[in-house]
């Protein structure tokens, strides 16, 4: 089972910017957050990760809370482009095979 | 894009079938798996590889099989198809090294329907 809540589903203006919510309030202390997104039936994208400080990217900002039980997603400029689901995932760095995709956000951006 | 190739991109067999996806890359990387993606599951770990000969099992590795006798190519076997697993398969790599340590990049997918 995924270790993550996120919504289902969430609108966004194009141009806007998108914050795309996560929940992981089991989280342990070597484990890291991961984003990806899937645009669709094409294979998951990465996006962006990050321990306890914030990152970013040419793609995204991530912003971890100081309890790590949460983070946002946020794409600054969003593009009809983005419009995909996108997955937090949390695991431990070196764990190969413990990706646990859940279900995601629909994130729709709307003209 | 990570150089990763599925083939065939589609595919339609019956049950009882044999039948085997493969997954090619141009990158080099160490670590290879194979996944599912149905609706209302995400995607699930079916198998890795974790180096020429080298594979474990995942999530739901039931009814499937894997072999690695290359570092570029990592195929999945279906002995005998099901309609159970009918789904669509994607292939991703990664690597134990380098500022993208372990990240994961995701072929393009196989479609598959068992009949």
């Known amino acids: 089972d995924a270790k993550t809540t996120q919504p289902p589903s969430m609108d966004c203006a194009e141009g806007r910017a998108a914050n795309l919510p996560c929940n992981h309030s089991?989280?342990?202390?070597?484990?890291?957050v991961y984003w990806y997104r899937q645009i669709h039936s094409q294979g998951p994208q990465y996006i962006i990760h990050?321990?306890?400080n914030n990152e970013t990217n040419e793609m995204a900002s991530l912003i971890i809370t100081e309890d790590r039980k949460s983070s946002t997603l946020i794409l600054p400029h969003a593009t009809l482009r983005d419009t995909a689901v996108y997955y937090c995932i949390v695991r431990a760095r070196y764990n190969n095979n413990d990706m646990r995709f859940g279900a995601g956000t629909r994130l729709t951006v709307k003209p | 894009d990570a150089g990763i190739t599925q083939s065939p991109r589609h595919k339609v067999t019956e049950t009882g079938t044999p039948v085997t996806l493969r997954c090619h890359q141009t990158?080099?990387?160490?670590?290879m798996y194979w996944y599912r993606q149905d609706p209302g599951h995400g995607l699930r770990l079916i198998h890795y590889s974790y180096g020429v000969k080298d594979t474990d099992k995942g999530e739901v590795s039931d009814g499937y099989s894997v072999s690695r006798s290359k570092t570029e190519d990592f195929l999945l076997t279906l002995e005998s198809a099901t309609s159970s697993q009918t789904s669509v398969y994607f292939c991703?790599?990664?690597?134990?090294?380098?500022?993208?340590?372990?990240?994961?990049?995701f072929g393009p997918g196989t479609r598959l329907t068992v009949l």
């Open positions: 990158e080099n990387h160490r670590y």
């Open positions: 089991t989280i342990s202390g070597n484990e890291y």
């Open positions: 991703a790599i990664s690597d134990d090294s380098g500022s993208l340590y372990n990240e994961q990049f």
């Open positions: 990050g321990l306890k």
